[in-house]
């Protein structure tokens, strides 16, 4: 898995493949948050823009996955602060 992604569709690919992972219960709940943050985490300005996220990454996404990796992502940067 990389962590630098330069195309939004293979990103939003990358993220995808995470979350259905976790739904297939192949990989705990924990070990989804920290491999969601590190593409996060390397991929900032790509996956969230002003508003939110970015509109090609979510409608790769769909809602239900762009759901889960936002509330990922606020409670880690919540537990940051």
Known sequence: MRAVYKNPKELATCLKDIVDT???DLISHEKMEIRIMKI???N???I???KGMS???SNVL???RT???NNVVKS???AED
Do not use: F, L, P
Request: proline share 0%; hydrophobic share 40%.
């Open 22 to 24: 976790y739904y297939d």
């Open 40 to 42: 996060v985490e390397a």
């Open 44 to 46: 900032m300005d790509t």
């Open 48 to 50: 969230y823009k002003e």
């Open 55 to 57: 509109v090609k990454i």
């Open 62 to 64: 769909g809602e239900k």
């Open 67 to 69: 759901e889960v990796i």
């Open 76 to 78: 880690k940067m919540i």
